[in-house]
């Protein structure tokens, strides 16, 4: 019964490395897409800006013309 036990507590600790491992992993990958969205986000927000400042670029030479 001891080596029963003792063989279920070996498996639980092997898993758990796994599942450590795993979720590491994935916090990673989290972090990497995450990083990734901001750097998109941050391209929108930057190309909304231009287009906002040419349009009114443009609405002005239209009004004064």
Known sequence: MIQTELKTIKQFQK??????KELDD?????????KKHQESLSRL?????????????????????
Request: net charge positive.
């Open 15 to 20: 898993r758990k490395i796994q599942v450590e």
């Open 26 to 34: 994935l916090k990673e990958n989290l972090r990497n897409t995450e």
């Open 45 to 65: 927000e930057s190309r909304f800006f231009e287009e906002k400042v040419q349009n009114v670029r443009v609405n002005k030479c239209f009004i004064y013309q």
